[in-house]
Each structure stands twice: as structure tokens, then as C-alpha cells.
């Protein structure tokens, strides 16, 4: 465990939450600048592979060695990696075609579909204030998406789908994180990458349905080519940005309330928009600001009600 003196743990979750928003934002971007030439699977893996060699290098020394890889819980570690896998490739699926802040809001009705879900297969309680926040929160999304009109694109939906299946890992996350630790989690979530994205590779990385002209299905079916050396550091940054990254969102919320932690989360949202501006030229129009505002306002409001109620609807990282 990493020795931490002279830091009060309010003080240590807000700086590992907030540093660890940079990480996955830079490794969003990454991915985005690598969705044109490469495989969705191929980056994953190479991505996966770095991630589980820092985590069994740098994260498991200073936890609990090699003893991370035990478990007697294997079964619903990889019903959990299944699912962080298919929440992951759809997030990035929908970067592929979409900009960047419109992808990352619409995954972030995450903490909402967590509510549902909490009432669903918890059997939780939700007051009429969180219900409105939900519906609010919603809306959003759909002002984002625009249903109906020119500007609807089918690409929304993955992001979509991919905050869906992150409330799916929550309720898996709940039954098994009090007796499994984050370094165990992350260790297999890595696992359960490299032997999708492995499979993957032998399915259809040779190309033979990469002949697609839409952007998400030509970066799922393109064919794997070996790396261009000019693409090395961004491989690498990607796959230091998920091993340190997910380390330190699980240290923010090991160290202090998630609902204190949780709102630090939300710096993606602003963090992606000034990312999209930057490097691709990505404007949100005035409706996307609204939708944004609305999702954000009711993600906040969901956190904050649920910590006012004791809820336990919030105590996962919403990015793994």
C-alpha cells in the first residue's frame, strides 16, 4: 500500500480521482487518433498488455505482490471482465465516429442507469427527486443523440450502451468488492481483454470484413498491421494511462466516500470538450452544451442525493 503521510484521505481522493480524469481523457484521445489506421482489438490488446505489465510491475509491489491474481471468485471476475470489455469497445466504437465531448456525455448518464439498476437487481429505494434527476438526465441524452433529425447518427448508441453496461459491472462490483480488492479487479479486468481482443484477432484481424465505410465498423473489422514506430508513444500512453489511471480512481475511492469522489469524475466532461477543440477540431454547438449541462446537473444531483439518503447506489469508479 502506498505510504501517503501528511495528506488528509479527502485531500489524497480528490488528487488521485482528479489526476486519474487526465489519464482516461489523454487515453480517450489516444484511442480516437488511432481509430483511422488500426483495429479496435489490436489497440486494446497492445493497450492491455502494457497495462497488466505496470500494474504487475509498479501497482502489485506496493499491494499484494503476486497474491492479486488469487481468487476464489473466478467465475464472476470474468462475467465482470466480459463486461468492462464490451463497455469498453462500444465506448470506444462510438469515438471512432462521433466527437469526443458528445461521446463522453452521453456515456456519463452512467451514474442515472446505476440508480435504475440499484432499485432493479438491489432492490434499493429511490425518492421522487432522483427519479426527476433521472428523467432530467435523460432528456439530456437525448438532446445529445437528437432522435429524429439530420443530425441523429446511430454511432450515439454505443456510448449509450456502453453506460448501460457499466451499471451491469457496478451490480457485479457490489457482490464481490468486499472480499476482492481493487488491484485483484484490475488485474483480471486486464486478463479478460487480452483473451477477448486475442480472439478477435484470430476471428477477423486478417481483414476480410474491413471493407466497411462506416467509421465504427471499419475500426472494429479493419485488418491488425504491425505498428508504425511513429505510433509507439501512443501506445504506450494508452496503456500507462489504464494501469495508472484505473489505480488511482480505485485508490480515490478506497481512501474516502464516493460521494466525494464521484463529482471529480465529472472534470471529463469539460476536460473532453477543450481535448476535442485541440486536437480534432471539435466545436459542440449550443444544443450540446445544453445536454451536457443537463446530464452533468443531473449525474450531480443523483451522487449528492444518494449520499444524503446513505444510499450505496454510487460506490464504484464509473471508468475502469
Not at 104 to 131: M, Y
Request: contains cysteine.
Amino acid at each position: 500500500m502506498i505510504r501517503t503521510a501528511n495528506i488528509s484521505p479527502a485531500k489524497l481522493g480528490a488528487l488521485c480521482a482528479a489526476i486519474s480524469v487526465i489519464f482516461f481523457s489523454i487515453n480517450d484521445v489516444a484511442i480516437k487518433f488511432l481509430s483511422g489506421g488500426y483495429a479496435l482489438h489490436q489497440v486494446v490488446l497492445i493497450r492491455s498488455v502494457i497495462g497488466l505489465i505496470l500494474i504487475m510491475v509498479l501497482i502489485a509491489p506496493l499491494t499484494d505482490g503476486w497474491a492479486i491474481a488469487r481468487t476464489k471468485r473466478l467465475k464472476m471476475h470474468m462475467l465482470r471482465g466480459l463486461c468492462v470489455v464490451f463497455a469498453n469497445m462500444t465506448f470506444f466504437l462510438g469515438l471512432a465516429a462521433m466527437e469526443l465531448a458528445d461521446a463522453v456525455a452521453i456515456f456519463f448518464i452512467s451514474p442515472l442507469v446505476i440508480t435504475v439498476f440499484s432499485v432493479i437487481f438491489l432492490g434499493e429505494t429511490v425518492g421522487s427527486r432522483r427519479w426527476a434527476a433521472i428523467a432530467v438526465g435523460f432528456v439530456g441524452a437525448l438532446i445529445m443523440m437528437r432522435p429524429g433529425t439530420d443530425a441523429f447518427q446511430l454511432a450515439s448508441l454505443l456510448p449509450l450502451a456502453a453506460a448501460f453496461c457499466y451499471a451491469g459491472i457496478h451490480v457485479i462490483t457490489r457482490r464481490i468488492g468486499g472480499t476482492e480488492s481493487a488491484a485483484t479487479m484490475a488485474f483480471y479486468i486486464q486478463i479478460m481483454f487480452i483473451i477477448v481482443c486475442l480472439a478477435m484477432g484470430l476471428a477477423v484481424g486478417d481483414g476480410r470484413f474491413g471493407d466497411q465505410s462506416d467509421p465504427s465498423l471499419a475500426f472494429l473489422l479493419r485488418a491488425w498491421d504491425w505498428p508504425l514506430p511513429a505510433d509507439y508513444p501512443v501506445f504506450l500512453v494508452i496503456g500507462t494511462g489504464i494501469a495508472i489511471g484505473g489505480y488511482l480512481i480505485s485508490q480515490a475511492y478506497r481512501v474516502t466516500e464516493a460521494s466525494f469522489v464521484a463529482p471529480f469524475e465529472y472534470l471529463a466532461l469539460p476536460t473532453s470538450v477543450g481535448w476535442g477543440m485541440l486536437f480534432f477540431d471539435e466545436y459542440p454547438v449550443a444544443l450540446d452544451y445544453i445536454g451536457m449541462a443537463l446530464i452533468l446537473g443531473a449525474g450531480l444531483f443523483t451522487i449528492w442525493r444518494g449520499a444524503q439518503t446513505k444510499s450505496p447506489g454510487l460506490q464504484r469508479p464509473l471508468r475502469r
